[in-house]
């Protein structure tokens, strides 16, 4: 299976132009595997939305301790709360009809601000829906935060490390990116290359995607989340988060159901930051459960990671994917989107190499490389064509030709000439593999 699982990691990398990605396979509550390419296992990752999840656990543990009941308003924590008639269950569920971010910045790529300005902006005049229907909501777990922080006389990082860290042994999970940590990264869509996304300190949002981990570490916490822990949680109490409170989630976990596991429910949370993905699922029945973390803002579909390594599906395996450097003087203003008639076509620098791709089904069709006797293609129906480059005057570039197919900035551009006319339906059908 190591075989297997190595191969499903390099494919996710290929895929998802990733930096860097790393990974474990939990089976019977044991974690059996792991891997990383383009990173370390020792680094921590920025988990994102993950941190909700232990947010729940101490909101949880506050209510079996008695302090609050899920069915109380927050606004018996938080009076000056602009929606103070949500109770804590309905923020847990996300089915407060909460907006999904708070006014002002992109608060995950933004200095965070404190509780009081983050009230000032969340004045209730912004609900999206009435209670019941289920709306993703960074705000409400920054609200589940400050109100489990109060009840304690803690703030909400300290509650986390001593309830939930310490006694699960998550040693390696922090609250911002010490070293050793990965460092997080957008990828030019065109170019493939790296810009660095900043690390901020989100403040009062902290409780809704702050925290850095491990694989190791969010190991520990999936069998948690199968087992519970009689110094965190009884499996009483975590089993009650997993209960549907919607189609796809519970009491702060995510709930998924995959066509490659089926008659299986997983428990979790995917999560994002700007420079980082992650997935975090188990099967509380069986205890097989994986972790995957990645250094890149998009690319990997988290909600389908649990199915390719405890499934038997699989991706295509592809080269290593390769961050550009610097883009070729000659490529760099053929880069973006063109089209062919009406058809979106998208020229990637990819590994060295052009590539086109169908917009409309997001597979790649061409390959070109650049060489002495100009941009000749090496794979897919122009192979062994060349690709001439039109330019205006003034050394813009026109429009893109090979083989009597002619690509243009805007669909049917009636300033760039058709030669020979169009191709026939079955050249055309070839174009989308």
């Not at 459960?289 to 295509?316: K, Q, Y």
Request: glycine letters at 10%; one cysteine or more.
């Amino acid at each position: 299976m190591s075989t297997r699982w190595d191969s499903c990691l390099a494919a996710l990398q290929a895929h998802g132009r990733l930096p860097s990605v790393v990974a474990g396979v939990l089976q019977g509550g044991e974690l059996v595997w792991t891997g990383a390419v383009g990173g370390s296992l020792e680094d921590r990752y920025r988990i994102g939305s993950i941190t909700k999840t232990l947010t729940a656990v101490v909101v949880l543990q506050a209510r079996d301790e008695g302090l609050l009941s899920l069915d109380d308003p927050i606004g018996l924590m938080l009076p000056e709360c602009g929606y103070p008639d949500v109770t804590v269950r309905q923020l847990l569920a996300h089915t407060g009809g909460l907006p999904s971010e708070p006014a002002g910045p992109w608060w995950e790529r933004a200095p965070g601000v404190d509780f009081a300005t983050l009230v000032a902006s969340s004045d209730g005049s912004r609900a999206v829906s009435g209670p019941g229907d289920f709306h993703y909501s960074n705000v409400g777990f920054a609200l589940l935060g400050e109100a489990v922080a109060r009840l304690h006389g803690v703030t909400w990082w300290d509650l986390v490390s001593l309830r939930v860290l310490i006694p699960l042994g998550m040693h390696h999970t922090s609250y911002d990116d010490a070293a050793p940590a990965a460092r997080g990264w957008s990828v030019d869509h065109f170019a493939g290359t790296l810009t660095p996304e900043p690390h901020p300190d989100t403040g009062a949002m902290a409780p809704a995607g702050q925290l850095w981990s491990t694989v190791a570490d969010l190991s520990a916490f999936a069998v948690f989340l199968a087992d519970g822990h009689p110094d965190v949680l009884s499996r009483e109490s975590v089993t009650e988060m997993a209960q549907p409170t919607s189609a796809t989630y519970g009491l702060g976990t995510w709930l998924l159901e995959l066509p490659e596991l089926p008659g299986r429910r997983l428990v979790g949370h995917p999560g994002s930051m700007p420079g980082f993905q992650s997935s975090l699922f188990v099967d509380p029945a069986t205890h097989d459960g994986v972790v995957v973390l990645a250094s890149a803002t998009t690319g990997l579909d988290t909600d389908t990671v649990p199915g390719l390594f405890l499934g038997e599906r699989a991706l295509e395996p592809l080269e290593e994917w390769v961050p550009t450097e610097v883009v070729p003087a000659g490529v760099r203003d053929l880069l973006g989107l063109w089209f062919w008639g009406n058809s979106a076509v998208e020229v990637r620098w990819h590994n060295e190499q052009l590539h086109l791709r169908s917009a409309a089904r997001h597979r790649l069709t061409d390959v070109f490389e650049l060489g002495e006797s100009g941009i000749v293609g090496t794979w897919g129906y122009h192979r062994g064509e060349r690709l001439r480059v039109h330019r205006r005057r003034d050394r813009t570039v026109s429009h893109l030709e090979c083989a009597t197919f002619v690509y243009t900035r805007t669909p049917y551009d009636p300033s760039v000439p058709v030669p020979g006319g169009h191709p026939t339906a079955d050249a055309a059908s070839s174009l989308i593999r």
